[in-house]
Nanobody, 123 residues
Framework: QVQLVESGGGLVQAGGSLRLSCRAS????????MGWFRQSPGKEREFVAT????????YNADSVKGRFTISRDNAKNTMYLQMNSLKPEDTAVYYC????????????????WGQGTQVTVSS
């Protein structure tokens, strides 16, 4: 099973940018579909974005379209989430996940999860 570790979270002002990274170990991510989810206090974990094997196909949640970009570098065994025009409502713990089954927007489609990285957007 692949192990995932997120990094790049932090505190940023509204309108700012952050880039999250998800580094994999144990197995190459080139055989996995990958995704980002987030969870705010008191809320369920929600889908953010997903990406296919090669990186050519992506799908974003409506709430982040036009602001967030998911990408991957299989040679570095790493996935990214570029977050621009951040809003206070983007504040959450962000999780990366890996799936063998396809580009999924539901949690149960993923087999491996990272521990999460906190993103806080101040107004």
């Amino acid at each position: 099973q692949v192990q995932l570790v997120e990094s790049g979270g932090g505190l940023v002002q509204a309108g700012g940018s952050l880039r999250l990274s998800c580094r994999a170990s144990g197995r190459t991510i080139s055989n996995y579909y990958m995704g980002w989810f987030r969870q705010s206090p008191g809320k369920e974990r929600e889908f953010v974005a997903t990406i296919g094997w090669s990186g050519a196909t992506t799908y974003n949640a409506d709430s982040v379209k036009g602001r967030f970009t998911i990408s991957r570098d299989n040679a570095k065994n790493t996935m990214y989430l570029q977050m621009n025009s951040l809003k206070p409502e983007d504040t959450a713990v962000y999780y990366c996940a890996a799936s063998r089954r396809g580009m999924r927007s539901s949690e149960d489609g993923y087999d491996s999860w990272g521990q999460g990285t906190q993103v806080t957007v101040s107004s």
